[in-house]
Every structure is written in C-alpha cells, then in structure tokens.
C-alpha cells in the first residue's frame, strides 16, 4: 500500500505524512512539483496518488491510470479539477477531504471586515507614509446587511460567527440548514442580491453554477455591495466583475480565489512576467484585496487534509466504505 504525493509541502505537510504513514502502515513517496509529463513516473508502482487543485482531466488520468494508479486522493475539499466520468470509467476511486469550517469562515469574515474598513488601502498608504484621513472613511459590518451564498458547513459556520456582530444576514442555499433560522433569512437570488452590502460566496464549482456572479448578477445587486470569494474562482465572471468594479456598481471585492489561478498561486513568482490580465488589473484597483487561496491555511486543516488521504487511501485499497469518496 503505497501513496505518492505531488505538489507535498516538505515545510508543513510532510511530518504530517510520516505522522499518519508510521500510524497506519502506509508507504508514501513525494515530489514537491506539481504533475507533469515530466514526472508521470514518478507515480509508477504506487497504488494512489495524492494532488492539490491542478489539471486532473480526462488525459491526465489515463497516464496515471496506465502507471498502477487506481486512487486519487484530493488534498482538498474542491475537487473540480478531477473528470470524474472519465475517473469511473477507468475505475480509478476519487476521495476528497474536509478539515474545520472555522478556518476558511473566519478568514471570509476577516475578507469582509477589511474590506469594510479599507484596510488594505490604509496599510498600503501608510508604507508610503501618509497618514491622512482623506478617502478612508470605512463601514461598521454590525450595520450590513450580509448575503451568504451557500450554507454548508463553511457558509453555516460564517454565519454562526457573523450573528455576534449583530448584523443582518440573509442566506441563499438550494437546502436550507434548519439549525441558522434564529440566525439568517432564507431569500430568493434575486433578493439576496438587491439587499445585501456584503456578498459572500460558500459553494462549490460546478457546470449549473459557473459564473454564477456575472454581469446580470452585478446588474441586479445594491450599488457599492463588497463581493467576498474563498471558494472557487469560476464562480465569478472576473471580467464582468471588473467592469462593475470600473462602473462603480460593486464597491470593493475581497478575493482568495481567482479564475485561471492554475500555475499561480503556490509558485514563487518573483521576478516573472505573469501572463493572467485579471490579476494584473484587480490588483491595480485600491477596492480590491487579493490573496492568494490561502483561506484553508492553519496547522489544524493542513493535519486534517493529509489525515483525510491516508484514510481514504485505507478505505479504498481494504475495500471499505470511504467516508469522502466522491461519486
């Protein structure tokens, strides 16, 4: 039983692993780079292989599959980036993982709460040595209206956290979460989007809900909403987004995620020219605030997302019932 890592963190993941491969009596082996043609084989004779989010599509894992490969096990709870129909057609199993919600829900709200008090822009300026007052005027989140797009467990626990700071919370989710209604409003889209100072989003990628804030999203949204995004960066029409940034009809957008991050975020790219015009213009923005999809980053959800492979990976090859496969 044997696990290859890709794309492992020797800084922070890797005790993790020999902690869990020492407990559980599985082998692993890792590369710091991320899968390519050019280390395909470094897989060959391992049972599974355990990636975080890159190009997992049809392709990619006939190569795999071709080398032993039967398991694939996502170092993440996103898993958009694996074709799935190929996947059961080849037979290969996929897993996912889950780590605490409080991670990722109390960085969005750290999102919000800068984003509200322009506290990017404030710092920036202050590097510069310019302490004035003058366009740095912010907003109390306790007197915004607050939509929450998805109420799983992330978005749930956002909201939890966000009803001691007394604001008004709206939530829209195809499944409403019995256990909020003390603490959100179930609403439409349509009234989520015309009511809400804040909009943040909690759901996964999929085809029904690509771009799902585009330019008739932002159309029928409240002039100067923040828009917030820890999720996935498909859910966003980043072009229609920087047209409303430019129109003025979304007043600021904190983001950890961003389309065509693949290649980007996690590489040092210090001193490269970076061919993604999104990034380069949403940086330029003083209402805007980028990081790079690091919401999910503490020592509790690093433990837990390697934890969750080893599982998986014992489930699958013992024949057991996989807690985070996904079919």
Sequence with gaps: MKIFFYSLREYDELDFCKKYSKAMGI??????EYPSPDNYDLASGYDGVSVTPCDFSAPVLEKFHKRGVRYILCRSIGYDHVDLQKAKELGMRVSNVTYPPSGVA?????LMMMACRKADLILRMADMQNFSLKGKIGRDISHCTIGVIGTGKIGATVIKHLSAFGCRILAYDLYRNPSLQDMAEYVSLEELYGESDIISLHTNANESNYHLLDEQ?????????????????KLIDTEALIHALEEGRVGGAALDVLEHEDG????????????????????SYPNVILSPHTAFYTMEDVDDMVKGCFESFYAFVNNLPAAHEVK
């Design 264 to 283: 980007l975020y996690y590489y040092d790219r210090t001193g490269d020219v970076i061919k993604n015009p999104y990034l380069s213009i949403l940086r």
């Design 27 to 32: 082998e692993f082996g890792y590369s710091a």
């Design 217 to 233: 999203a932002f159309s029928r949204m409240k002039k100067g909403v923040i828009i917030v995004n820890t999720a996935r960066g």
């Design 106 to 110: 109390n960085y969005a709200i750290m």
